[in-house]
């Protein structure tokens, strides 16, 4: 969209909420056009709230990926509903994005309810239509949807192949207040780069893992070194159990190497530089469950914000 002097500046703040594993991940890096969120198959990928900024000429969207929707006993599971809820409030857009595949269910219309009754207008984002062979069924899901909530639009997506983007931006940016550009024009994330490689190194075990071991990996930067132009980094990858601490090394080490491996060229393709990532493996059993550790993990509680 080209810059047009005469146009008022307008800019504002959009939550990207759901279920697990409905693409809110996967739309927030389209809509950014760089991989700021890390996304699996496996559900519950997002664990904290991650910002990124979109400006176009004389608007500036900044958008809220949050974890998807769920109920869960422990104290991570709290922890991920809390930056659900923070995302709901003094919003001037949310975004309610849905597999179109999947028929709409109790877990849905019960995640919905958080929409209930909030100041801000809601666009539902029928995502996946790539895989849809008859779109015809989009408009029956729609009418279960608008039944739940009065949704200002709805729109048929594909945060993947970016079937539908342009228009979704379009309607975003026609919905956003007049204001200021709150970032800089480069500005993209308010990610530190070592939360973001944390994050991809996690994003490498989920994908090499299954059943209950993606779910209690958790990856801690314990040292970050720039010298001579390479970046050196030590990785800490923690799990609850023994099992899965060996499932992770795998044979001989294989498949820890393949992970860092992995995890290392794509930072080095994000980042713009060569790395040497080492990678250890510790159990500490119950993190899920401590405070303390959870709080180790979340950068903006470390950086002196607060919870997110
Ligand atoms: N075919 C297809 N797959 C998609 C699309 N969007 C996301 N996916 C896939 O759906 C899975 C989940 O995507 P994520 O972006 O991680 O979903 P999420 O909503 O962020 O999930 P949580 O963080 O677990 O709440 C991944 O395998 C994605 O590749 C899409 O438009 N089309
Ligand atoms: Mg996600």
Redesign the pocket.
């Known amino acids: 969209m080209p810059s047009n002097k005469t146009e008022k500046s307008v800019s504002g703040f959009v939550s990207i909420l ?1 279920r ?7 739309l927030l890096n389209s809509l950014v056009g760089s991989k700021v969120a890390i ?3 496996k ?4 664990q904290q709230a991650i910002q990124a900024v979109v400006t176009l000429g004389h608007a500036q969207v900044v958008f809220l ?1 949050t ?2 929707i769920h109920q869960g006993d422990l104290l991570i599971h709290k922890r991920m509903m809390m930056a659900v809820h923070a995302a709901l409030d003094q919003r001037d857009l949310l975004l309610w ?1 849905a597999d179109a595949t999947q028929n709409i269910d109790e877990e849905e219309k019960r995640a919905l309810q958080l929409l209930k009754d909030r100041d801000a207008p809601a666009f539902l984002l029928l ?2 239509v ?2 849809l062979r008859n779109k015809q069924q989009l408009l029956p899901l729609m009418e279960g949807f608008t039944q739940e909530i009065p949704f200002r639009e709805c729109l048929p997506v ?4 970016g079937e539908g983007l342009d228009e979704l931006l379009g309607l975003i940016v026609a919905a956003m207040p007049e204001g200021p550009r709150y970032f800089p024009e480069d500005y993209l994330t308010d990610q530190p780069e070592r939360h973001l490689a944390a994050e991809l190194i996690r994003e490498k075990i989920l994908d090499a893992t299954h059943q209950e071991v993606p779910h209690s990996v958790a990856v801690l930067i314990e040292n970050w070194e720039e010298a001579g132009g390479l970046t050196r980094i030590h990785a800490q990858i923690v799990v609850e159990r023994e099992g899965h601490k060996k499932i992770i090394i795998g044979s001989r080490g294989a498949m820890l190497k393949q992970i860092g491996t992995l995890a290392r060229q794509e930072m080095e393709s994000i980042l713009g530089r060569k790395l040497f990532l080492q990678l250890f493996v510790k159990t500490r059993s119950k993190w899920r469950q401590s405070a303390e550790f959870l709080n180790e993990l979340d950068w903006r509680y470390m950086a002196g914000g607060s919870q997110s």
């Open positions: 759901g697990p594993n409905a693409g809110k991940s996967t996304v699996s198959s559900p519950q990928t997002t990926d974890p998807g994005i995502n996946k790539d895989r594909s945060a993947l192949t």
